[in-house]
């Protein structure tokens, strides 16, 4: 029997939950420098995190899925941790937002050079802005 579209669309879903699970397993087993860095500056701090959390965005349409660095749980706030070579285009922010969550890049150069209360200082700026 033909599936319909929605049993299509769930059994996507479905597949990308339990792939992004793995996928996050793997991630968590060789944290870089930099996540590292950031990560023990969120735990230092008491911050309510998850770490690299799978999530399937655009479930009514196409559903993608995302690997989330961090996520400070309160305030839906992504926390991506970039190299020159990895990046969210426009499209994939623009999902994101649309989800609900508010995007704060650092650059790894960032998290080797600045202090951890400058990184904690942005991160609050971040909150402020993304509860008003």
Wanted: no cysteine; aromatic share 10%; charged share 25%.
């Amino acid at each position: 029997m033909k599936k319909t579209k929605k049993q299509q669309i769930q059994d996507k879903i479905l597949f990308l939950e339990n792939l992004g699970l793995q996928y996050a397993k793997d991630l968590n087993k060789n944290k870089t420098k930099w996540e590292i860095i950031l990560y023990n500056i969120l735990k230092e701090a008491g911050y309510n995190f998850d770490f690299q959390l799978p999530v399937v965005v655009n479930k009514l349409k196409s559903p993608q899925l995302f690997i989330l660095d961090f996520v400070l749980i309160p305030f839906n706030l992504v926390i991506e941790v970039d190299g020159k070579s990895t990046h969210g285009t426009k499209a994939q922010i623009k999902l994101l937002r649309t989800e609900g969550y508010e995007i704060l890049r650092f650059w790894n150069s960032q998290l080797t050079n600045y202090t951890k209360n400058q990184i904690l200082d942005i991160i609050a700026k971040r909150i402020i802005k993304t509860v008003k």
